[in-house]
Structure formats: C-alpha cells, structure tokens
C-alpha cells in the first residue's frame, strides 16, 4: 500500500515517470480517442451518451467543441477530466494518460454553471481553489489580484458571492481557472450569463491566453464566438463525431471567391452576370463568384474605374455549416461517416 501511495505522489510530482517522455513533448494538447459512455435506464437497457468521439487538439491552438443539446459535448469533457467513469476510449492531456493526477495537475477547467460558497469573497474563494491546486500561500496572494483584474473583478476581492450576479460569477469562475498558470484550459461555455460587453472580454482574454502559449478546448453554444477565435472546431451529433478540421477548411466553399469592391453606379453587365450573393453598402458591393471567372471580372472591373478591396475564398458562416451538416440534405441528421470532417476514428 505504501508503495502505491508513493507511486502515485511521484506521478504527481513528475507525470511523465514510467512514460515515454518523447512522445509526451510531441502528442497533442488534448488526445481522445474512441470516447464512449453508456447509462443504465431505470426500466432497464442502455442508453449511450457518447457513441464514439475522437478529438485530437493541437498545441497553442484554440478548438471549438459545437454539437446541439445532448450531443455529448459536456460528457466527454468530464471523462476526460475524470469527473465522470468512461465506458470505453483512451483520454491524454499532454501525452500523459488523462486518468494520473499529475496530468490533470496542469489543467485549468470552467464547468458549464460553476458554484462557488456564498459565504466566501472573492479573494477566498480564490485562496480556497489555490490550496486545492496546490499554490503556495505567496502565489495565491500574487495571483488573486491580477486574476480578478484580468476577468475585470478588479476592486471586488473582498466582495462576499452572495451579492455577485450571474455574470459576476461566471468571471469568477473564469479566475479560478486560470489559478497556477495552466498549459492547457477546458472550458465549457464561458461566456454563459455574460451581457455583449463580457462575451468580448472573454473573447479577448482567451485570445490573450492563445498568444501567451495556452491551449483551450471550448465547448459553446454560441456560434459566432466559435467561429471569431477558434483555430480547429469539432461538431457532435448523437454522441458521434460530425465533422472536424481547421474551421477555415470546414467554412470555404470550394471553387467560390469573394470579392469586396468599391465604386459608383451599378456593376457593368458583363459582371452582374456571373456574380450572384450581391450585398450594398454605400458605394461598397460584396459578391461571390466561381474561381473560373474572377480574372476576367477583376480586368473588367479595374478597366470600368472600380477599386477592388478585398478577393478571399468564399466562406460559409459557421452558423448555416452547423445547421446544414446536422439537418443533412433530406433533412434528416448526418451520421459521423458521411460528413465532410471524418469517420469518427
């Protein structure tokens, strides 16, 4: 028993003991593969929550997990984390088995609603989930005021929870998180309760952990955030992989250019009549048009007095690419093997 016990504190320490530590350094942020999670029915049966996801995060990146409700989005997050028993499926955070402490040691997480002792300020909640993470009582006081500033709760240390809004909390919750500096973040749904001005904070404090070297596996219903600061996105569907890749590879349509032009009057004739998707803004015109016929059309327009602003491959929103991949072309829900992001393997 003691030799266990001191197994296990060694993991701690060092999580990579006993490991191939070359393959630690090299293997992906976040590695999952074949997740599966299965419940028992009060009437008897199974029901599977989790059929069979595979998510592989690169380092430094931030990846986006979308899927409707009931999708598996927050299961696998907690057998990844430990918090809830898989069924099947190999978890690793840093190439190191997700499963030892010591990997979990260097994980900063966001559950979907954080609950926090109302009785407690901020500063000690803070010192609280300091001592659990391990900090020493210098570190917690060096990180709680620039944690609460950072999350824009600066001036509320002494502030009892009790008297903090949703929103507040959800900041709150956010600080905690980043306690100890951690290599890698999972959160899920961080903007959850905040107005418009603290969804952009958020936005802007991952991008600034992105920059400072973290990587961040977030799991959000809102599209559009998604979409703005997110390097690679998975999609699940009925606790199957739907789609995945670099979200610029997922959302470019293939063979469609968009160009973004500036002029007066309308566009000559021979333009109006390839391009379709024309939207108008002032003397501005924003259309789609196929890859063949852009050359010509740039000539025609630069030759006719137009300014051309911008040309880039046309891209769906990540909205209408959700909508679409879920619903099918019938319709009906796509299974993992028929998308555009993979088989599920």
Not at 43 to 55: F, H, K, N, P
Not at 120 to 129: G, I, R, V
Request: aromatic fraction near 4%.
């Amino acid at each position: 028993m003691e030799d266990a016990i001191m197994e296990e504190v060694t993991m701690i320490e060092n999580p990579n003991v006993g490991r191939d530590t070359q393959h630690a350094d090299v293997a992906p942020a976040v590695f999952i593969e074949h997740a599966r999670k299965e419940y028992g029915r009060s009437s008897g049966g199974r029901r599977e929550a989790v059929a069979d996801v595979s998510i592989s995060v690169s380092r430094g990146a931030i990846h986006g997990l979308l899927g409707p409700n009931g999708a598996g989005k927050t299961t696998t997050l907690k057998m990844l984390l430990g918090l809830v028993r898989p069924s099947g499926g190999r978890f690793e955070i840093l190439g190191v088995d997700s499963r030892k402490p010591g990997a979990r040691a260097r994980v900063g997480f966001l559950p979907e609603q954080p609950y926090f002792p109302q009785q407690l300020t901020a500063a000690e909640a803070l010192s609280l989930y300091g001592r659990l993470t391990g900090l020493s009582s210098a570190q917690i006081a060096e990180e709680t005021g620039e944690l609460l500033e950072r999350v824009g709760l600066d001036g509320r240390q002494k502030t009892l929870l009790s008297k903090f809004s949703r929103g507040m909390l959800q900041r709150l919750g956010l600080a905690q998180a980043l306690l100890g500096k951690p290599e890698v973040l999972i959160l899920d749904e961080p903007a959850s309760g905040l107005d418009p001005v603290g969804q952009r904070d958020v936005r802007n404090l991952m991008t600034s952990l992105k920059e400072g070297g973290a990587t961040i596996l977030l799991s959000s219903h809102q599209l559009s955030e998604v979409e703005t600061i997110s390097d690679e996105v998975t999609i699940l569907h009925k606790g199957l992989v739907a789609a995945r890749g670099h979200i610029d590879d997922l959302l470019n349509v293939t063979g469609q250019t968009s160009l973004r032009v500036l002029g007066l009057g309308e566009l000559p004739a021979s333009v109006q009549a390839v391009v379709c998707d024309v939207a108008v803004s002032g003397n501005t015109k924003v259309f789609s048009l196929s890859d063949d016929n852009v050359r010509g059309v740039v000539e025609v327009l630069y030759d006719s007095g137009w300014k051309i602003m911008s040309l880039q491959p046309k891209r769906a929103s990540l909205e209408d690419y959700f909508a679409a991949l879920l619903e099918g072309p019938s319709g009906a829900p796509v299974s993992a093997s028929s998308s555009k992001g993979g088989d599920g393997e």
